[in-house]
């Protein structure tokens, strides 16, 4: 059995595909996209050529010549019964867009390098290993002298906080998820920002929520009005937030936007998530606002990007009450984390200070280096202000992130096309350049960009005048 894909659901997942000529060769394109960035599942039964022509309005040989396209690079495979069916990506066939080269740049995940001081914590915590393996090795809500550690951080952050209001999980992203399925019921309105961290809207969706987006944008922040309004009209049982650093704009809440999205969430009932994984990459923050809502706000934290991603741990603080049942219910996700992760931690968050500086100190390299080299190479772009975060969301002069996306793949470099970062389509213009990697291959990223955008453009540009002209 595969899942089946509508017509309208493709339309409305393909958004403004029509980046280049010929046609067929374009609407391949952006499936391929779909299927680099997941948003088209392996095992998915597209439509029927004729529907998908319908729905697009294309004739019937362009939607036939499309699939041709993607049956020949081995993007999908006509099954007896069920039509034309997503392929796994990394099969030989489909190695246009799954670079495997082992010199590829990967900027499709926003991971700084491991703090440099991991090793030797894991060597002083390996000398009581013996001791550890005589444990049971996992726990469920995490162990004593970790949630007192992490519950003295908020408590001196300005959030007073118990040990028995945080649970320690595996990651942040594995926080969203069980907050999302016990909060979540089928049908549920979750208000998330947009653009927004693609897992998190994933997690949201896949508990059976109903998403509403609430624009962020470099200029201007939170859309407050907007956001008001979906709360009052739709009170949505759960808001899923970025406060600091918002991923991928790297915007940080002003006191004010604080202040009138808690109050908001507090009339219309509705829990708000707060996401503080990228809280403590703070650069050059003119201004620190201080803690977003109150004691009845969830937060999520982790080790991934102060650390190291490779540790997988994270935390959620809430209500004791709530702690109790998300306990209750993450049996049936996982057992717990590892003790040794925990210990590891235990053993890192004292020197906090020390590996936030450090951390800062990276990112500066990586965001001053690629605010210098898309100034000097790619003028006609607009790279907003980052004071911290993971990435750059920036403005092309042309809606081509799919394609411009597509060509640098075939230079090596792999990236995630704005699209990806949206909850109801759009971000055609955007693209999320992320700054944790190492400067040497982010220089080299974006030469491969400014070598290949010229092209993308000018195969873009009868395609673009033929959209201008259907709208006119
Ligand atoms: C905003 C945000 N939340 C959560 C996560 C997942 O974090 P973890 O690696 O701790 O699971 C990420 C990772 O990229 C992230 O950017």
């Avoid at 914590?121 to 002298?145: K, Q």
């Amino acid at each position: 059995m595969y899942s089946r894909l509508s017509a309208r659901a493709l339309t409305s997942l393909l958004g403004g595909w029509r980046t280049s000529e010929p046609a067929y060769e374009a609407l391949a394109d952006a499936v391929r996209l779909l299927l680099l960035d997941n948003r088209i599942a392996p095992d998915t039964a597209l439509p029927a050529e004729r529907e998908l022509a319908a729905a697009l309005r294309l004739s019937r040989t362009t939607v036939s010549a499309a699939y041709r396209s993607l049956r020949e690079s081995g993007h999908i495979e006509s099954r007896r019964g069920s039509g034309s069916v997503t392929q796994p990506l990394g099969t030989p066939a489909a190695a246009r867009t799954t670079v495997s080269d082992p010199g590829a740049i990967d900027l499709q995940q926003a991971s700084p390098a491991a703090w440099p001081g991991l090793a030797g914590v894991m060597a002083e915590v390996a000398a009581g290993a013996a001791t550890l393996i005589g444990r049971p090795g996992y726990d469920v809500v995490g162990a004593p002298a970790l949630r007192q550690a992490i519950a003295d951080r908020y408590t001196a952050s300005g959030v007073p906080t118990d040990p028995a209001e945080v649970m320690v999980t595996n990651g942040a992203q594995s926080a969203i998820h069980l907050l999302a399925s016990l909060l979540v019921r089928r049908g549920d309105r979750v208000l998330i920002e947009s653009p927004t961290y693609p897992h998190a809207a994933e997690a949201f969706r896949q508990a059976g929520a109903r998403l509403v987006g609430v624009p962020v944008t470099v200029d201007e922040g939170w859309d407050l009005d907007r956001a008001e309004q979906a709360f009052a009209r739709v009170l949505p049982t759960a808001a899923y937030l970025m406060p600091d650093f918002q991923n991928p704009t790297a915007r940080s809440m002003t006191r004010h936007e604080r202040d009138v999205l808690a109050d908001a969430a507090m009339r219309a009932h509705t829990t708000v998530i707060v996401d503080d994984t990228t809280a403590e990459l703070d650069i050059d923050r003119p201004f620190r606002p201080g803690p977003f809502g109150g004691a009845d706000t969830v937060r999520i934290g982790s080790l991934g990007k102060t650390v190291w991603g490779g540790m997988r741990l994270g935390w959620i603080r809430a209500r004791a009450d709530l702690i109790r049942r998300l306990t209750a219910a993450r049996f049936a996700h996982e057992l717990g984390t590892p003790e040794w992760e925990q210990a590891l931690a235990t053993a890192l968050l004292p020197r906090m200070p020390e590996i936030v500086a450090q951390r800062a100190a990276r990112l500066r390299e990586g965001r001053d280096l690629a605010v210098a080299a898309l100034g000097r190479l790619l003028p006609e772009w607009r790279v907003p202000e980052a004071h911290g975060g993971v990435s750059l969301w920036v403005e092309l002069d042309a809606p081509l992130s799919g394609a411009l996306v597509l060509a640098a793949r075939e230079e090596g470099v792999l990236l995630s096309a704005g699209p990806r970062f949206s909850v109801d389509g759009g971000y055609e213009r955007n693209l999320r350049l992320p700054f944790t990697g190492s400067t040497t291959e982010l220089d080299r990223a974006i030469q491969a960009l400014a070598r290949v955008w010229p092209a993308v453009r000018t195969s873009a540009a009868p395609a673009l005048m033929d959209r201008f002209d259907a709208v006119v």
